[in-house]
């Protein structure tokens, strides 16, 4: 293989598993937030997501 | 009776992944299909070589992973499969919702088509029946074309027990995973296939390097050709393999994102998607050029002599002539075509979910009444107009408009609506950073707004003038017209008709989380 063939598929190797290993990295360190916008209680056990299921708001 | 009191159905729970890694195997299972093994390598050799990963890494984050991000967000947000997620946006946008459904229906009926042609060879590979003669053999044996040439009678229905047999288990699979449910059927599914297809692949590709004349195959495909870099073509082949290659657009990721818990972090999963999908499909093109520097090696010639290196000429002619002159080889004929089969029933899956899901929300189906029911229509369309002896020419010019017409369409629509029309990016914008740990900037804005859609509109306008002025493979002019300009009216069709018939379930009570501005 020539030099510059070498190079370009390091380089290829790197970027692309190296940011699949980067990616992994961040979200094994924080896989969710901890930190929600208001209101997520009332949307536990996947309330309000049935088509048919109005959402009681208690304000 | 009122329209409201006639919609009394009750829908079953809306289902969730168990959590975030099944859901991202589940989403990479679906992005790595057939075109990473297949299609990628043959672009970055045609595109210039090693030279091609700057155009490919700068298609990836400026348009792959943005309208991935829009895809998580439009599903997530609105909870639904892709025309309840849009009619919740905006009523009338439900019809993009149903075009992209539709689009995944025709995907789906010859997709699986080439997954059984796969299994078929799985089985050929442990006595390479495909012999020496590999063309004759797929198109002449296998397939039993017409007419090898000129495509001349243009449909038949003489089935091929060949491919309908496998054809049919291919459904029947498929209909079982999904009536499981996601959590317990295709979640587990790509638990399952995942790692054994990185295994099986990883073997491959690791005993490809150690074959004489490996070096030459990774020297065609990394030499670059900096020159590239100013034809304006190679720019829009990069983008178009990292739209294809990840699955959007067309409806998949929005249905995959609406079964996320509503606390679901979604950007940091989907860089992990995106990745995965990249770095396996380099991976694949590390293995397939070792093959094909091998392949060229015994044959005496240059790797540039070879012909078909790319599509399904590379899988069903060229490999199966590799594996015949390799050492063990009905061994690694088994590995690459097991692979292909757990690749592309992994993204059929996904496929077919998109049009259950769409059934289930809007016609009150359980998921084993959509599943039964959109799995038998499809595997008998499948049937009457892939398995037979004219099969080969009509998947491929249905596929050729489907994608390049329908899925970009697709998404030019989707940019173009929601960042123009109705000016809903912010909106989302917003809801990835209120669910994420990796914020999207104003960058991600420009991209999905502007960027985005002008380089697919370039994709879409040079397709179509490519197809008008040149035609699609010698085929007679009429044939295209009605298999592949028709299809794309089919899909425009069914489109309109589903979303005038009636929601048998309220769709548009909901509450969406969290709160942007006023708006809910």
């Given at each position: 293989m020539s030099s510059a063939a070498i190079a370009l598929m390091v380089i290829s190797l790197v970027v692309l598993w190296g940011g699949l290993a980067a990616s992994i990295v961040v979200i094994v360190r924080r896989p969710d937030r901890t930190d929600w916008p208001d209101g997520w209680e009332q949307h536990e056990d996947g309330a309000g997501d049935r088509p048919d299921e109005p959402v009681e708001h208690d304000t | 009776m009122s329209d409201a009191q006639s919609r009394t159905a009750e829908p079953e729970k809306r289902e969730e992944f168990s959590g975030q890694l099944g859901f991202i195997l589940s989403a990479v299972g679906s992005a790595v299909g057939l075109g990473n093994i297949w299609r990628f390598p043959g672009v970055a050799y045609e595109n210039g070589g090693g030279a091609f990963i700057v155009p490919y890494l700068v298609?990836?984050?400026?348009?792959?992973?943005?309208?991935?991000?829009?895809?998580?967000?439009?599903?997530?947000?609105?909870?639904?499969?892709?025309?309840?997620?849009?009619?919740?946006?905006?009523r009338w946008l439900e019809s993009l919702g149903w075009f992209q459904v539709a689009i995944?229906?025709?995907?789906?009926?010859?997709?699986?088509?080439?997954?059984?042609?796969?299994?078929?060879?799985?089985?050929?590979?442990?006595?390479?029946?495909?012999?020496d003669d590999t063309v004759s053999f797929f198109t002449g044996e296998y397939l039993q074309l017409a007419d090898v040439g000129g495509a001349d009678p243009w449909f038949t229905l003489d089935f091929v027990p060949a491919v309908l047999i496998p054809l049919a288990?291919?459904?029947?699979?498929?209909?079982?995973?999904?009536?499981?449910?996601?959590?317990?059927?295709l979640?587990?599914?790509?638990?399952?296939?995942?790692?054994?297809?990185?295994?099986?692949?990883?073997?491959?590709?690791?005993?490809?390097?150690?074959?004489?004349?490996?070096?030459?195959?990774?020297?065609?495909?990394?030499?670059?050709?900096?020159?590239?870099?100013?034809?304006?073509?190679v720019w829009i082949a990069?983008?178009?393999?990292?739209?294809?290659?990840?699955?959007?657009?067309?409806?998949?990721?929005?249905?995959?994102?609406?079964?996320?818990?509503?606390r679901a972090n979604l950007t940091s999963p989907g860089l992990v998607v995106a990745f995965s999908n990249s770095a396996f499909e380099v991976f694949a093109g590390i293995g397939v050029f070792a093959g094909l520097g091998f392949l060229a090696h015994q044959e005496g010639v240059g790797v540039a002599e070879l012909d078909g290196i790319s599509g399904p000429t590379l899988a069903f002619m060229t490999f199966p002539a590799l594996v015949s002159e390799m050492p063990a080889g009905p061994l690694f004929g088994a590995l690459f075509f097991g692979s292909l089969v757990m690749a592309g029933f992994m993204s059929l899956l996904s496929i077919v979910q998109v049009v259950s899901a769409a059934f289930q929300e809007k016609f009150g189906w359980s998921r084993r009444q959509a599943s039964v029911r959109i799995g038998v229509?499809?595997?008998?369309?499948?049937?009457?107009?892939?398995?037979?002896?004219?099969?080969?020419?009509?998947?491929?010019?249905?596929?050729q408009w489907a994608n390049n017409i329908g899925i970009v369409v697709s998404a030019i629509a989707m940019c173009v609506l929601l960042g123009?029309?109705?000016?809903?990016?912010?909106?989302?914008?917003?809801?990835?950073?209120?669910v994420s740990t990796i914020p999207v900037g104003r960058w991600w804005t420009f991209c999905v707004v502007v960027l985005g859609p002008v380089v697919l509109a370039a994709m879409l306008v040079s397709r179509i003038v490519s197809l008008v002025q040149d035609g699609y493979e010698g085929y007679a002019g009429w044939y295209l017209v009605v298999m592949g300009w028709g299809t794309v009216v089919l899909l425009v069709v069914a489109a309109f008709v589903l979303t005038r018939m009636r929601w048998r379930v309220e769709p548009d009570v909901h509450d969406t989380w969290p709160r942007f501005g006023g708006r809910s």
């Open positions: - | 298609a990836l984050l400026t348009a792959g992973i943005p309208i991935l991000f829009l895809d998580y967000a439009v599903g997530h947000r609105f909870r639904g499969g892709a025309p309840l997620a849009f009619r919740r946006i905006k995944c229906f025709v995907i789906a009926v010859y997709y699986a088509v080439i997954i059984a042609w796969a299994l078929s060879f799985f089985g050929y590979s442990f006595d390479l029946r495909w012999g288990i291919v459904w029947i699979a498929t209909i079982a995973v999904l009536a499981a449910g996601v959590a317990k059927g979640e587990k599914i790509n638990l399952v296939f995942m790692p054994l297809l990185l295994l099986a692949f990883g073997t491959l590709v690791v005993r490809a390097l150690f074959l004489p004349g490996a070096a030459d195959g990774l020297n065609a495909l990394f030499t670059p050709d900096w020159a590239v870099m100013a034809d304006p073509n990069a983008y178009s393999q990292t739209f294809f290659t990840l699955s959007v657009g067309f409806g998949i990721m929005i249905t995959y994102a609406s079964y996320r818990r509503r229509v499809s595997a008998v369309l499948s049937v009457l107009a892939f398995s037979t002896t004219t099969g080969l020419v009509a998947l491929d010019t249905v596929d123009w029309v109705l000016r809903r990016t912010e909106e989302m914008r917003f809801h990835l950073n209120a």
